[in-house]
């Protein structure tokens, strides 16, 4: 069985959110890069849990980025994952990514392919549906639980206040959120085996992308905070009432 | 060449958030000079021809009784096929559970550009460019759509409904049923609970309440407001509370009129799911805690005397209206 894995690179969470040329760029300098955190934590880290159950399963890792994403690449490497491959491109928008990854996932090469249910920054929640249409294979979205058994996948999804159970024959795309996995740390052996693994680094196809970013905003300030003395509740109330009327 | 909308239900009830968005599509519309049409999939219990009153003059339904619980690649052959029959311009989508499984496939499906998570009507003076979060609320990017067809999904409680008066004619749409390799086994929903991604008013509770067992404070106070509940990230972790209450960066992001933090400090990860609110209330006991600088209201004490004489004070103010 094969599985692939899709990585993104995405500023650390504490990252200061800044722009730059007439705020049509994001401000990337002195930001610490990690992996998408919905990659490695949920969708990375089943993969490894799935190999761990059954060692003749093959994951490969995807990214399409620059060789700037090299360094959070070698990272989930550490974590787990037989092999990674890059199309070394930057990536324009949502169906261009999505189109890049489909055409190198090709139809029938895995068995399986995970993304992250967003990217932290983009928030477009987009490439696995996308992937998914393009290799015309079922998708399940916000995944929060993946089980197998045999060419059989059974994953229980989130829905409006409450949860639904899927079974799906594989091959399939999966976006995973919390609960499909725990979040691991690598270890030494990780790290070193992982500068030994395999890094391909492939050119893109011939893709459209779809949308363009003309321009960046950051919100307008907050007012400050108007205090209510902890022993007048009553005050709050009244003012969320009279003054916001929220209640 | 209409803008389409995609009303979303489930067990016999339109999700508020279709409300919103067939009052954006309706702007929309206006804003194109074109008309707004909505989009059912799968039977329904009543006439929806009220729905009218939100600026829709013509509703479409696909009565595939199957459809009311089929998953995404159906769906989308479904849509796919309506957006051609009706000739729609534009197909809207409420950037909700069913609009991240659906919106992606139909973009990639009709080469249609996507722009999701938008928070504002699109400005056309110069192409069409979309509003949307990105940074997880922490920046707005304007996107600009290329495509002829262009498909956008709102993100819940960004647009007020209008109600303008009118009803809607429903027409069936014939379109020949599509099977999938999918099968919903079952579902299950917490009942009687308000869906947070859709309510008004959020109660959320963080580390500072000590334990699962004092969660009935909050609890009160929630159900006096009609509220929703919800936590921090380190509470679902340690299961003082359900996982689909953990708000935040690594889950879910939401934006109600009203969000009470008590005993959340207001980690910037935290705020990134919960910065789109409308108004934030903060209770907590440190003056210096994070949250205060996000917030509208603010009291600075013990949770476990304040909340409790807060919901007090909201029984009386019900009592005496
Ligand atoms: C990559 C990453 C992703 C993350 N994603 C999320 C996420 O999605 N959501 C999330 O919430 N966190 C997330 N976190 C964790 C986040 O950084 C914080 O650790 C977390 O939000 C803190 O939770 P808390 O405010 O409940 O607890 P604490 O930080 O421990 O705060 C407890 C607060 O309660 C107050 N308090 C204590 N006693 C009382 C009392 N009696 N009355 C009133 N106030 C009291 C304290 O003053 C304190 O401010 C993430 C972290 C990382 C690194």
Request: with cysteine.
């Amino acid at each position: 069985m094969n599985i692939l894995v899709c990585i993104s690179k995405t500023p650390d969470t504490t990252a200061k959110v800044a722009f730059k040329d007439k705020n049509t760029k994001f401000a990337s300098e002195g930001v610490q890069w990690i992996i998408n955190p919905y990659d490695e934590w949920y969708g990375l880290v089943r993969a490894i849990e799935l190999k761990e159950k059954d060692p003749s399963i093959i994951i490969h890792l995807i990214t399409v980025a620059g060789a700037d994403a090299d360094p959070i690449i070698r990272k989930a490497l550490a974590l787990g994952g037989d092999e990674a491959f890059r199309i070394n491109v930057d990536s324009q928008d949502s169906y261009y990514v999505a189109a890049q990854v489909a055409a190198f996932a090709g139809q029938g090469r895995y068995d399986l392919l995970f993304t992250g249910r967003e990217t932290i920054d983009y928030n477009g929640s987009s490439i696995g549906g996308m992937l998914a249409e393009l290799l015309q294979l079922p998708y399940i979205s916000l995944a929060t639980q993946f089980e197998l058994s045999g060419t059989i996948a059974t994953v229980k999804r989130e829905i409006e206040g409450g949860e639904e159970t899927d079974q799906v024959s594989l091959p399939c795309v999966v976006s995973c959120q919390k609960g499909v996995a725990e979040q691991r740390i690598p270890n030494m052996k990780g790290i070193m085996g992982a500068r030994t693994k395999p890094l391909k680094v492939l050119e893109a196809v011939a893709a459209e992308s779809m949308t363009s970013i003309v321009s960046f905003e950051l919100p307008p300030a907050k007012a400050g905070v108007k205090l209510v003395p902890a022993d007048q509740p009553e005050e709050l109330v009244r003012l969320l009432h009279e003054e916001a009327k929220l209640i | 060449m209409p803008v389409l909308i995609y009303i979303d239900h489930a067990d016999g009830h339109i999700k508020k958030s279709s409300y919103e968005l067939l009052s954006y599509g309706a702007g929309l519309a206006e804003l194109l000079g074109t008309s707004a049409e909505g989009i059912i999939l799968g039977t329904f219990p009543e006439d929806l021809s009220a729905l009218g009153k939100y600026g829709v003059r013509k509703i479409h339904q696909v009565s595939q009784g199957h459809l009311n619980e089929s998953d995404s690649q159906v769906l989308t052959q479904v849509l796919s096929e309506a957006v051609k029959q009706t000739g729609a311009q534009v197909m809207l989508f409420t950037n909700n559970i069913t609009g991240k499984a659906i919106a992606p496939r139909l973009s990639a499906r009709l080469k249609a550009g996507l722009v999701s998570g938008a928070v504002a009507l699109p400005d056309i003076s110069d192409g069409f460019v979309v509003r949307k979060n990105v940074f997880s609320g922490k920046a707005f990017a304007n996107v600009k759509v290329q495509t002829e067809i262009k498909i956008i999904s709102l993100n819940p409680n960004s647009f007020q409904p209008k109600e303008v008066g009118g009803t809607a004619e429903m027409v069936e749409l014939f379109l020949s049923p599509v099977s999938s390799n999918l099968k919903i086994v079952s579902t299950e929903k917490a009942s009687g609970e308000i869906p947070l991604s859709e309510a008004e008013i959020v109660v959320s509770g963080g580390r500072g309440l000590k334990g699962p067992e004092n969660w009935g404070i909050l609890l009160d106070l929630a159900k006096e407001l009609g509220a929703a509940t919800a936590c921090s990230r380190p509470v679902a972790d340690a299961h003082w509370r359900p996982h689909h209450e953990h708000v935040g960066q690594t889950g879910l992001a939401i934006a109600p009129n009203l969000y009470i933090a008590i005993g959340i400090s207001g980690a910037i990860q935290h705020l990134a799911g919960v910065n789109r609110s409308k108004t934030i209330v903060v209770i907590n006991k440190d003056p210096e805690a994070p949250f205060f600088k996000a917030a509208d209201y603010g009291i600075v004490g013990d949770a476990f005397e304040v909340v409790p004489k807060i919901t007090e004070a909201v029984k009386k103010l019900k009592s005496a209206h």
